[in-house]
């Protein structure tokens, strides 16, 4: 079963990347979400890593341009959601 990575600065995302295992989902919130203006970050992710990001961590700093068709936005009932399907919760 999947873990849900929730990363909060893009700072911790080179400790994380390296632990994501197949079927695992990465949530980028707070911080992080700066890293979706990295394209060379997110071609480093595995294939097979559910991209989410907080939909209003997004909104508030202007983002929104840089989402591409991999990336799920999450309201925040989605992500108490998607904290129930999962295995287990890691945070960054």
Same mark, same amino acid.
């Given at each position: 079963?999947?873990?849900?990575?929730?990363?909060? $600065?893009? &700072?911790?995302?080179?400790?994380? @990347? #390296?632990?994501?295992?197949?079927?695992?989902? *990465?949530?980028?919130?707070? /911080? =992080?979400?700066?890293?979706? $203006?990295? &394209?060379?970050?997110?071609?480093? @992710? #595995?294939?097979?890593?559910?991209?989410?990001? *907080?939909?209003?961590?997004? /909104? =508030?700093?202007?983002?929104?341009?840089?989402?591409?068709?991999?990336?799920? @936005?999450?309201?925040?009932?989605?992500?108490?959601?998607?904290?129930?399907?999962?295995?287990?919760?890691?945070?960054?």
């Amino acid at each position: 079963m999947a873990t849900l990575h929730q990363l909060n $600065t893009s &700072d911790k995302a080179q400790l994380c @990347l #390296p632990l994501l295992r197949p079927g695992d989902n *990465l949530l980028l919130m707070e /911080a =992080a979400v700066s890293l979706l $203006t990295q &394209d060379h970050w997110l071609k480093e @992710l #595995p294939e097979s890593i559910e991209l989410l990001a *907080l939909e209003a961590d997004v /909104a =508030a700093r202007g983002l929104s341009r840089f989402l591409g068709d991999e990336i799920t @936005l999450l309201k925040d009932s989605d992500w108490v959601a998607k904290t129930l399907e999962v295995k287990s919760v890691c945070s960054w």
